[in-house]
């Protein structure tokens, strides 16, 4: 079947192309030689999307470029494959330097092709024409524009080099629009799959390995903190083995989490920023603090996961496995393993096994004991908020209905701000390697629901729910219609107080004032999703949200869940404690 329109058709013909072997078909080609199979875009590039479509690519066609790229960067943390985005030039292209900058910061592996002004065109104030390249630059590992139809396997090949191989993350490859129709160059003899990610898995020296394996082997107080890099890596069952093996403490990012089952009698959980009232972690806090050795693992070592550098031990010695040399020692000087997260920590259990492991299982009972005690004395302060029958809700209680629902292929979406502090602390991994999808690079908000969409095409099976603010999900709205165009059913659950929480709660913490912008103008979410065709659900008592709950998991589509929230519920952020 044709995949162009006869109008189209015929202007191709009349220019002397033969629409079917264009440079947007040996895109398409290479696309699916890398191992892609959908592209998340709307129009532009459009020959390239109709070129993809002969091929079989599914077009996941999003309402907002920004959005697109948040798909993208789901779609890639699920599936172990690059995330390919589509844009036009110009305004288009500026709404992808966000999800770009948040794959930058978090090591995702997102390709942009974005369509550029004709070459003939360039710097003559066309349509829309900007300098993308410098745009681009900073917001991506890799960027270049095509303009030699010969060269385009070889781009291609870079760009999926650049954004597989070392520390993943985003690359940009320019498509001017004339170059797109001409005709194809003679078949490339590239044959290689680049699309999947780590490319190239590396390991640290022996000597390094060695030492470290002796450093664990010895410590009196050692603790694991794996970040996103554990995923990433695909290294969940390495961590475990280690963890059991050398009877080691466990404790995650929030992007780490679900690295290890929280239910492991050595899991500590998130720690974080969150050992505040009613934190998950906030009785455990000390088994970080007081730690002598510090095994990171995949972890930058940022504000919000170190609470402000002031939770790691000053006066520890660190080993940290990355891939990437420059985060090691950025914030902790470090025994430095430089290398692949899976691989490394596989070497590192074989080391340890080959050790004298008396001192380590010889403490075990005593380590086991105190997350033990730590933890209930968490359950026993927050039971009162998880049992709640208060309205408005209270988040605690939502939590507390979506964990007793989740299953071990469940993922858990959040947006950023609050939602991300929610189930951080309240939700548990149910195996290793459970995700719980966040925007933790920028953390800015908007993210959550399109990134459950793009979670939803990596995953047809299994439930995803996501769960957002009001504030937040005023930012994506019009992806309710791409979710009930594309079919993706979501358990969109709309924490609804009325207020930019994070923002108003902060402001009247240091200013005692909050700005105009903290509070909202009602909004009935339900209703906006019925007029997109999808279902709404409002509930406005806690009694009602277990019953809304099963309905949208047996539900065939997307389900948004408006929960009116307790305004005045203040997650455990530790320095509302402080200030």
């Known amino acids: 079947m044709d995949a162009l329109d006869p109008t189209t058709r015929r202007a191709t013909r009349s220019r002397g192309l033969d629409y079917r072997d264009t440079v947007a078909h040996r895109i398409a080609q290479g696309l699916q030689r890398h191992g892609v199979t959908c592209l998340f875009g709307q129009s532009l590039p459009s ?329 209930q004395q968490h359950v026993r302060e927050v039971a009162r908020l998880v049992e709640s029958d208060a309205a408005p809700v209270r988040p605690e209680r939502i939590m507390a209905e979506i964990d007793s629902r989740l299953q071990g292929d469940s993922v858990v979406v959040a947006d950023a701000s609050y939602s991300s502090i929610w189930i951080a602390n309240y939700l548990k991994s149910r195996r290793a390697g459970m995700r719980f999808l966040t925007p933790r690079g920028l953390a800015g908000l908007g993210w959550g629901f399109p990134m459950a969409l793009g979670a939803r095409v990596a995953q047809p099976e299994g439930h995803i729910f996501c769960v957002v603010g009001d504030g937040g999900f005023a930012h994506a709205w019009a992806e309710l219609e791409t979710a009930v165009r594309m079919k993706l059913k979501v358990v969109l659950v709309v924490l609804n107080n009325g207020i930019l929480g994070y923002q108003k709660h902060a402001e009247n913490v240091k200013f005692g004032a909050f700005t105009d912008a903290c509070e909202f103008a009602p909004v009935d979410h339900a209703a906006l999703a019925r007029a997109t065709g999808a279902h709404g659900v409002r509930v406005e008592q806690p009694g009602e949200l277990g019953a809304a709950l099963d309905e949208a998991l047996a539900a065939d589509g997307v389900t948004l869940i408006d929960v009116v929230t307790d305004p005045d519920a203040f997650p455990p952020v530790s320095w509302y404690e402080v200030v």
């Open 47 to 375: 020959m390239v999307h109709l070129a993809a479509r002969e091929l079989g690519l599914q077009q996941i066609a999003y309402r907002q470029e920004n959005t697109g790229g948040y798909m993208a960067d789901a779609y890639a943390r699920l599936t172990g494959k690059v995330g390919v985005v589509t844009a036009q030039n110009g305004p288009a292209a500026a709404l992808l330097v966000a999800p770009l900058m948040e794959a930058l910061k978090v090591s995702v592996p997102v390709i942009a092709l974005v369509q550029d002004v004709a070459r003939d065109q360039t710097d003559r104030n066309a349509f829309q024409e900007i300098d993308h390249e410098s745009m681009f630059r900073p917001c991506s590992k890799w960027v270049r524009r095509v303009t030699d139809a010969r060269r385009i396997d070889d781009y291609l090949d870079m760009a999926f080099v650049a954004a597989t191989s070392g520390r993943p993350g985003p690359a940009v490859l320019m498509l001017p629009a004339d170059l797109l129709l001409e005709p194809a160059p003679p078949a490339s003899h590239r044959a290689a799959s680049l699309g999947h990610y780590p490319l190239d898995r590396a390991l640290p020296g022996s000597a390094d390995l060695d030492a470290a394996a002796a450093l664990l082997a010895g410590a009196e107080r050692p603790v694991v903190i794996a970040g996103g890099g554990v995923h990433l890596s695909g290294a969940s069952a390495e961590l475990a083995r280690l963890q059991e093996a050398a009877s080691l403490p466990v404790a995650t990012t929030v992007m780490g989490k679900g690295s290890v089952d929280e239910r492991h009698p050595l899991s500590l959980g998130v720690v974080s920023y969150f050992t505040g009232p009613n934190g998950g972690a906030r009785y455990l806090k000390q088994m970080v603090t007081g730690a002598d050795v510090v095994l990171l693992v995949g972890n930058r070592t940022n504000q919000n996961g170190t609470d402000s550098w002031k939770l790691y031990p000053e006066g520890a010695k660190f080993i940290h496995i990355d891939v990437a040399p420059e985060e090691v020692g950025r914030n902790y000087e470090a025994m430095r393993l430089i290398g692949d997260a899976r691989l490394t920590l596989a070497a590192l259990t074989e080391r340890l096994e080959t050790l004298d492991l008396g001192k380590r299982h010889a403490a075990r009972a005593d380590v086991e004991a105190t997350i033990r005690q730590g933890q």
